[in-house]
């Protein structure tokens, strides 16, 4: 009865957990309200961007103290040019709780720019169209737009539609300026694929991909052409994934045919078949493949090997291969916005669990790095904190990497607070990136963890499939393993480990505390997906059918239904002393239901045998998957989160 949205009773019974809420954690004000300025005091709140070039402008985002979002700006080269606002979503929110935006995509000339915009939090996004040469938003729009591309004749725009009821991505469009309706040019209709567009750097092609977890297919069409039809790459095989980008003649493939960890392969861009085939990267079991720019006169390869990003630069002209340095032992680095092809440099952004968050231009004629700029991060000491890396040894010998961070002078004899955080899911790498929102827990003397478990893709391709399907299980026994290492290893103990994660993150939270409540104090499971049988059982609800390659469908055998079954968490509560618990959720998320929070804790207080609280905040505003929208919004909503974290061990201001 909780899964009808519209029954007056549903929205009494939501309220009242938050009442509850509230009163229960009424004492933490004080704590909240110090918190919430403390985290304030660690951003700069009026703030720009290092600005990215494309043709005569230079884009950039700037925040203005008090307003919730950043601005989109542009500039024409030379002195004294004149900014002109792209887009403000402080005003296109200006009477709205939530303003989402998905889609950006400025047409080849610069004269046009498409948006999308959400504006409850349901990520159901409305398409629009401004020109940037006049500020008038044009009349052409479209519902349910996930992704967007420009042909080359600046008047043609394709996109993608969602399914009404799964929210799978399944439509691609041809839209002509002026034009009342859209052309319906490819439809997805098997459930476990979705479709996405992109556009290669040269902008000579615009190109669907069509995905599930496990397997792929691009078509292709010339950008001067768009009236011409798509046409298939190489078409879709089971187990086979491939991403497809254009140099000069030729096509680039980053492919898993030759191994999990993908190999870059390529072929000339010849109109019947592709053919003359050659590797530019081979497979390398030990260095995942994850990304691949090509530039005009090099390309950067973006690898993962030993839980760290690295990249590596090919000269065209010379064929010679160089590599990026980094300075921290563990770090995160990832691309940033290139979209010039004929750029003389490559932009990605550094930062570790130390230091700020840091935009770099790498120069291909020199080989150096040059510092940008580093977010700067008021009242932060980045030399009272250190970071290190340990691997722990799971039980069937796997070495898993836990990334740990801490205030200078810990003394480590078991008494101190922990935080572990981790993730484990869809291939997703949990990378040691910086956070100030961190900053009151190690000031306090909490250590903060994170655990690089199988399901992500921390250690390459097979650390995803060695925590997924079958082998699920893997991922909730990594986590525990690690939470055992932290206590045997005196960094904490069973009373003062706290530990975190959201969305796949929470399944593995309320996994673990099934599996063993007595291991932990208290856990905040944010937007868990906690009731994973009745989920992957109805096709019906968003997402479903497109995760049976990351989960299983138990529809088809007996045997992944009861291995879901063994650790659906609301299916596995039972009676036992549970650690103290937190759910946070959002009434109108989109890929985990509102309803899973509030079922699981309804069951758990009918069998927990011990006197720790659980409760539930379900944001009743516009609010999604990711919480509230404005920075400042979601500041408040940590701030309450850190403050029940703390007060469960005894932290109170």
Request: glycine letters at 6%.
């Amino acid at each position: 009865w909780l899964r009808d949205k519209s029954n007056p009773e549903v929205m009494k019974y939501l309220n009242a957990e938050n009442t509850y809420t509230s009163a229960m954690t009424q004492p933490l004000k004080p704590l909240q309200d110090a918190l919430y300025k403390e985290l304030l005091s660690h951003v700069k709140e009026t703030d720009l961007t290092v600005p990215v070039r494309r043709g005569d402008y230079t884009y950039y985002s700037r925040t203005e103290q008090g307003k919730q979002y950043p601005i989109r700006c542009r500039k024409l080269d030379g002195q004294g040019a004149k900014e002109q606002i792209l887009l403000d979503p402080n005003e296109l929110g200006r009477d709205k709780k939530f303003v989402g935006i998905g889609a950006l995509a400025l047409s080849d000339d610069q004269n046009l720019l498409a948006y999308t915009v959400d504006y409850v939090g349901y990520r159901q996004y409305t398409l629009h169209i401004k020109d940037l040469r006049t500020g008038v938003t044009l009349p052409d729009s479209a519902e349910r737009v996930g992704f967007v591309a420009w042909a080359a004749d600046n008047q043609t725009l394709f996109f993608s539609t969602e399914d009404a009821v799964s929210k799978r991505s399944d439509r691609v469009w041809r839209h002509k300026l002026g034009q009342h309706d859209s052309d319906p040019i490819y439809e997805e209709k098997d459930e476990v694929f979705a479709v996405a567009l992109d556009k290669t750097r040269d902008k000579k092609y615009v190109l669907i991909d069509i995905f599930s977890t496990d397997t792929s297919e691009v078509r292709y069409l010339r950008a001067d052409q768009p009236r011409s039809n798509f046409t298939v790459f190489l078409p879709r095989k089971p187990q086979q994934r491939y991403f497809l980008d254009h140099h000069a003649d030729r096509f680039y493939i980053r492919s898993n045919k030759d191994g999990p960890n993908f190999a870059i392969l390529t072929c000339l861009d010849t109109a019947v078949a592709p053919k003359d085939w050659t590797t530019l990267v081979a497979h390398d079991p030990n260095t995942l493949v994850e990304e691949m720019a090509m530039f005009r006169d090099y390309a950067v390869i973006s690898e993962r090997k030993d839980a760290l990003n690295q990249f590596r630069v090919l000269n065209f002209k010379t064929n010679a291969w160089s590599t990026i340095a980094f300075p921290e032992p563990v770090y995160s680095a990832s691309a940033g916005e290139n979209p010039e092809y004929a750029s003389k440099a490559f932009r990605y952004t550094y930062e570790s669990l130390t230091t700020p968050r840091s935009t770099m231009d790498y120069d291909f004629q020199t080989a150096q790095s040059a510092l940008l700029k580093r977010e700067e991060i008021p009242h932060y000491d980045a030399s009272q904190y250190t970071s290190e890396r340990r691997w722990v040894t799971a039980r069937d010998g796997a070495k898993v990497p836990l990334s740990i961070v801490y205030k200078k002078g810990l003394k480590r004899d078991g008494t101190q607070p922990l935080f572990l955080y981790a993730y484990g899911a869809y291939d997703v790498d949990t990378s040691a990136y910086f956070s100030s929102s961190i900053l009151p827990l190690l000031d306090r003397g909490i250590t903060y963890a994170i655990a690089h478990i199988r399901g992500g893709s921390d250690l390459g391709e097979t650390w995803h499939d060695h925590g997924k399907l079958m082998s699920k299980k893997n991922t909730f026994n990594d986590f525990i393993d690690c939470a055992e290492y932290l206590i045997t290893d005196k960094w904490t103990s069973k009373d003062r480990l706290l530990i975190e994660g959201g969305s796949a993150g929470g399944l593995l939270m309320g996994a673990v505390v099934n599996m063993r409540p007595d291991l932990f104090r208290a856990v905040h499971l944010a937007v868990p997906f906690l009731d994973v049988m009745n989920d992957m059982m109805d096709p019906s609800l968003p997402l479903t059918t497109t995760d049976y390659p990351e989960w299983g469908n138990p529809h088809e055998t007996r045997a992944v239904y009861d291995y879901i079954l063994s650790y659906s968490p609301y299916d596995n509560l039972h009676k036992a002393a549970y650690p103290a618990m937190l759910l946070t959720e959002s009434l109108n998320d989109s890929q985990v239901l509102y309803w899973e929070a509030a079922k699981f804790v309804a069951k758990a207080r009918t069998l927990k045998t011990d006197n720790n609280p659980v409760l539930l905040k379900m944001k009743m505003d516009p609010a999604g998957h990711g919480g509230a929208s404005g920075r400042y919004d979601r500041l408040e909503d940590r701030s309450f989160e850190l403050a029940w974290m703390m007060s469960q061990v005894g932290i109170t201001h």
